[in-house]
């Protein structure tokens, strides 16, 4: 049985792909800032199991891949899906920190936790699943934040596949 950890999974499609890889089989570890909903999600659903924290802390990475591996033994899967749109400002009306924000949800912390959980992914063979948007490909004003997030999460899962589905070459740079 496949063991797939679901970040942002208290609610809208990360619930959904929780609940639907628990029905299918797998063995779920999700996670998201809201405890509340997250025991609503182990209730309602056989299969999950759920770890409440900040993804972009590194105690919650760290927890949540340590819950993978001590309660089912490897990671088969990765779905980064937390995420946040704000700030919704136009660019000269944004803060600085809340752009940084953005920048650490939808990026830095996927990234960090696919990077905590590469072994394990290594190991089974898995997958990573990053959720963007079309907005990586094409602006929305007032969405500047997000739109830059979600073409960097879009890059880094294509740098991402290099590294794990292409050969070295003499141009690819310090290897992992």
């Known amino acids: 049985m496949p063991t797939v950890i679901v970040t942002g999974a208290s609610r809208g499609l990360g619930r959904a792909i929780a609940t639907d890889l628990a029905r299918r089989g797998a063995n779920v570890v ?10 609503d999600l182990a209730d309602d659903v056989d299969g999950v199991e759920v770890l409440a924290g900040d993804i972009t802390e590194p105690a919650t990475r760290a927890g949540v891949v ?12 990765l779905v980064n899906n937390a995420g946040t749109l704000d700030p919704v400002a136009r660019m ?7 752009w940084a924000s953005s ?13 905590l959980a590469l072994p394990a992914l290594r190991s089974a063979r898995g997958r990573v699943v990053n959720i963007s948007s079309g907005v990586a490909n094409r602006p929305v004003i007032g969405w ?11 890059m880094a899962t294509e740098v991402l596949a290099c590294l794990l589905y292409t050969s070295p070459s003499p141009r690819d740079g310090p290897k992992d």
């Not at 340590?66 to 899967?77: E, N, V, W």
């Not at 920048?103 to 990077?115: C, D, F, M």
């Open 92 to 98: 000269h009306d944004a803060d600085a920190d809340d």
């Open 144 to 154: 500047g934040a997000y739109c830059t997030a979600k073409a960097a999460l879009k």
């Open 66 to 77: 340590d819950l993978a591996l001590t309660r089912f033994g490897s990671i088969d899967g």
């Open 103 to 115: 920048l650490t949800v939808n990026v830095a912390a996927p990234v960090a936790l696919t990077a």
């Open 30 to 39: 999700a996670t998201a800032r809201s405890a509340e909903l997250l025991a």
